[in-house]
T-cell receptor, first 110, second 115 residues
Framework: GIQVEQSPPDLILQEGANSTLRCNFS?????LQWFHQNPWGQLINLFY???GTKQNGRLSATTVATERYSLLYISSSQTTDSGVYFC????????????FGKGTRLSVIA | DTGVSQDPRHKITKRGQNVTFRCDPI?????LYWYRQTLGQGPEFLTY????????KSRLLSDRFSAERPKGSFSTLEIQRTEQGDSAMYLC?????????????FGPGTRLTVL
């Protein structure tokens, strides 16, 4: 099945710093989502981005489907950005569930 | 409609007992998914429904696990004869199920602890 790799596994930032999280996937996809998992375990949808670029406030994401990667940018980080960020994909058959990466654990310190 | 809901949020049980979890999807969504997440890992797929039909089951779903979605609305996940290895967060998600509108939305999860 499709493989998803995220990097880095852990990231520590000073408040106000910028960061880039990467997601590589092994096959063509028709769905790619970025999530933020908060300390209570809730998965919060950040982006639905099988291709192209989207922005939402301090966050933006770019997926280059032909090269099989996606990037999540966090600018001017805040302590509330702390948590685990997951990338998840659905392969091109379209009838499969999300396959998740192992996540990037982000800690933003004041 | 405020999103996917799950009940209970926490469940502590003794090994060997049966437990049942409930998921209510977003009302217009016809696809419903169950995932399991253990500490330090990403969620892993268990099973999913298109309306009331169970279309796929993961090899993670042993014969002690059963899921239903009897009227194509809410779903239940039952674990029989629980084992300590079943301790995990059980997540439910739903989607419209139509490409390209197949974004999945997750509930808050049920955290199971088996003693």
């Amino acid at each position: 099945g499709i493989q998803v790799e995220q990097s880095p596994p852990d990231l520590i930032l000073q408040e106000g710093a910028n960061s880039t999280l990467r997601c590589n996937f092994s096959d063509s996809v028709n769905n790619l989502q970025w999530f933020h998992q908060n300390p209570w375990g809730q998965l919060i949808n950040l982006f639905y981005i099988p291709s192209g670029t989207k922005q939402n406030g301090r966050l933006s994401a770019t997926t280059v489907a032909t090269e099989r990667y996606s990037l999540l940018y966090i600018s001017s980080s805040q302590t509330t950005d702390s948590g685990v960020y997951f990338c998840a994909v659905v392969g091109n058959s379209g009838n499969t569930p999300l396959v998740f990466g192992k996540g990037t654990r982000l800690s933003v310190i004041a | 409609d405020t999103g996917v809901s799950q009940d209970p949020r926490h469940k502590i049980t003794k090994r060997g007992q049966n437990v049942t979890f409930r998921c209510d999807p977003i009302s217009e969504h016809n696809r419903l998914y169950w995932y399991r997440q253990t500490l330090g890992q990403g969620p892993e797929f268990l099973t999913y429904f298109q309306n009331e039909a169970q279309l796929e089951k993961s090899r993670l779903l042993s014969d002690r696990f059963s899921a239903e979605r009897p009227k194509g609305s809410f779903s239940t996940l039952e674990i029989q004869r629980t084992e300590q290895g079943d301790s995990a967060m059980y997540l439910c998600a739903s989607s419209l199920g139509r490409i390209p509108y197949n974004e999945q939305f997750f509930g808050p999860g049920t955290r199971l602890t088996v003693l």
